[in-house]
């Protein structure tokens, strides 16, 4: 008897730890996140000086956002009013008319935001643009100039979003991110330069752009892992591609005649950002800007795309309901990677010293735009026996010691 009901015991059991686990498992199916029938796309534009603390530095970059866009940042010269700035830019697809779409909410969390547009509920770390509809209505009715890059944006045939009283077809917002290029550059142009990263997630996409005669000489390499290093060469190889991988590590053969037009030498960009999925609708206007930050007359840079696992860790983005689809493309304008940069400052210490004041100056404008690489040197040149070098030495050095951590 006792046997029979120690069997009987077990049945219930087993029945009651079946039926738990069927329970947990509606549950679980009743929490899954339920997608919503639109897609999502952004994309993101970092700048990144090794000299200057985090991305996109408020003393390098004013804000040319139209002037109804509240902005901590300072305005720019009127002569760029109408060039875009590194924002980021996040685009809705759906149709509201035949699909069942709710409203949503659109929270990107992480960095000092300084700026966005449609207006949003805003805090130093994020931003939230809540119960967005997918409308068909006019854009507006902020008006914008036509010349100005908010039109170009407003040109895009991504979803009519209603934030509020404006209608717009993206949401913005300024930013600057607490984010460090993992690469790093060693060598020179005379005997070739190397690159590496420290970096857990690899750079993809990498152009390199160095300066000389008459524009810019430029190489790409796929992919740059950690561990690896990318050897940039004006020779290229007998035995390998001019672009390749191999144990040692990447090759990038820079071409072997410079080009002068910046729209010839950055057409592959096109190429690069159709192959991430993202719609053509910005493709210019993300041009111009790799064409503004990215091209410097006297220094190489670098730029790359990031990996969209580090961009979602940089900058979180939490959207409610859930897009079918989400894709996040993130490139980052690595400046003034030039090892040869210490030269350019003695040069520039040297011209202060120039009889001529209108040299001077630029040399001291020159210098602060290099930033803090030059500290050392200036610091050693506020105890030049030459009062002009000196003066000159502690002013820079005053603003550079002054200027607050990621500013």
């Not at 796309?41 to 970092?46: A, D, G, K, R, S």
């Not at 979803?159 to 949401?171: S, V, Y």
């Not at 007359?297 to 696992?309: C, I």
């Not at 506020?382 to 951590?405: G, I, M």
């Amino acid at each position: 008897m006792i046997n029979g009901w120690w069997r009987v015991g077990r049945l219930v059991g087993a029945f009651a730890v079946a039926a738990m686990l069927a329970a947990r498992a509606r549950g679980a199916a009743e929490t899954k996140p339920q997608q919503a029938p639109f897609e999502l796309q952004e994309w993101v534009v970092l700048v990144v000086d090794p000299n200057r603390p985090g991305t996109n530095n408020g003393v390098l970059f004013k804000s040319t956002m139209p002037g109804f866009v509240l902005n901590r940042r300072s305005g720019a010269n009127p002569e760029e009013h109408n060039d875009p700035s590194p924002v980021g830019v996040i685009r809705l697809y759906g149709d509201a008319k035949t699909d069942s779409i709710p409203k949503i909410d659109v929270l990107v969390r992480g960095s000092q935001f300084n700026a966005h547009w449609p207006k949003a509920q805003q805090k130093t770390d994020r931003v939230l643009w809540q119960d967005v509809e997918l409308s068909g209505g006019p854009l507006g009715p902020q008006a914008v100039e036509p010349e100005h890059w908010f039109s170009r944006l407003r040109q895009g045939d991504s979803a009519h979003l209603k934030c509020g009283n404006n209608t717009e077809n993206f949401l913005l917002y300024d930013f600057e991110a607490a984010y460090s290029a993992p690469l790093k550059v060693s060598g020179g142009a005379e005997t070739g330069f190397l690159l590496s990263t420290s970096g857990a997630t690899a750079l993809r996409d990498i152009c390199v752009y160095q300066p000389g005669e008459g524009g810019w000489r430029t190489g790409t390499a796929p992919d740059l892992k950690m561990g690896q290093r990318a050897v940039v060469t004006t020779k290229p190889s007998t035995t390998q591609p001019a672009t390749t991988q191999s144990v040692e590590g990447v090759v990038i053969t820079l071409a072997p005649d410079a080009v002068k037009q910046p729209v010839d030498l950055l057409a592959g960009w096109k190429k690069n950002l159709a192959a991430t999925g993202l719609a053509p609708t910005d493709y210019d206007l993300i041009i111009s800007l790799l064409s503004k930050h990215a091209l410097d007359a006297k220094r190489l840079t670098v730029v790359y795309r990031m990996d969209e696992s580090e961009l979602n860790g940089l900058l979180p983005l939490e959207v409610t309901p859930l897009p079918k689809k989400q894709l996040r493309v993130g490139l980052v304008i690595v400046r003034n990677m030039d090892p040869s940069v210490g030269e350019e400052v003695d040069r520039l210490i040297a011209q202060l010293r120039d009889p001529d004041w209108s040299k001077r100056t630029a040399a001291h404008k020159q210098l602060a735009e290099i930033g803090i690489a030059a500290k050392p040197k200036l610091e050693q040149a506020a105890n030049d026996k030459d009062a002009e070098v000196a003066w000159h030495a502690e002013q820079l050095l005053q603003v550079l010691t002054s200027t607050p951590p990621g500013r």
